[in-house]
């Protein structure tokens, strides 16, 4: 059984960094194939895919915020790490983490960050 | 970017309709498409992969089909559980994996 579950602050204050973790449990991230990604949701807008990370630490980001994303993985603690630089009001979002290649067929809950001074 | 464009954006419908949902892209991406369902407050949950293929556990009612640049989305007899907002996604190219804006069916 495949589960993630994200965590992290769930208040930033506009410039900071932001810091989330994704723990997953019933896959490996060192199985060929596989991959764990984030993907942003505002509220009440359309889903914005952010970065993936592959079993062979192949990173892939979205162009529009490359500069500002970073995506690691611990595979002995079964942990993505997606880190967000220069926090703004807009970024304010539900952040999930999933599991896929290139599609995602297992999600975590979400966890609402609000950036806000 | 590949662009991703649904429509409509809303869609009101009953019990019973059929309904179908298109997702355009602003350029040819085979039949890498995936379509996702989302209810209120909870994560999309993947209904179709490849344009057409069903995920596990997807109910028959849902079909995909398309190509290219254009494809849809298919429920043939709507029922309650289906009333949620639906999301296209391209992963051809990554360029990055888009997202369509989401199409959100409505009770009529």
């Known amino acids: 059984q495949i589960t993630l579950k994200e965590s992290g602050p769930t208040l930033v204050k506009p410039t900071q960094t932001l810091t989330l973790t994704c723990t997953f449990s019933g896959f490996s991230l060192t199985t060929s194939g596989v991959g764990v990604g984030w993907i942003r949701q505002p509220p009440g807008k359309a889903l914005e895919w952010l970065a993936l990370?592959?079993?062979?630490?192949?990173?892939r980001y979205s162009p529009s915020l490359k500069s500002r994303l970073t995506i690691t993985k611990d595979t002995s603690k079964n942990q993505v790490v997606l880190t967000m630089t220069n926090m703004d009001p807009v970024d304010t979002a539900t952040y999930y983490c999933a599991h896929g290649g290139a599609i995602f067929d297992y999600w975590g809950q979400g966890t609402l960050v609000t950036v806000s001074s | 970017d590949i662009q991703m464009t649904q429509s409509p954006s809303t869609l009101s419908a009953s019990v019973g309709d059929r309904v179908t949902i298109t997702c355009r892209a602003s350029?040819?991406?085979?039949?890498?498409l995936a379509w996702y369902q989302q209810k209120p407050g909870k994560a999309p949950n993947l209904l179709i992969y490849r344009a057409s293929n069903l995920d596990s556990g997807v109910p028959s009612r849902f079909s995909g089909s398309g190509s290219g640049t254009e494809f849809t989305l298919t429920i043939s007899s709507l029922q309650p559980d289906d009333f949620a907002t639906y999301y296209c996604q391209q992963y051809d190219s990554y360029s990055p994996y888009t997202f369509g804006q989401g199409t959100k069916l409505e009770i009529k």
């Open positions: 990370i592959y079993w062979d630490d192949d990173k």
């Open positions: 350029q040819s991406i085979s039949n890498w």
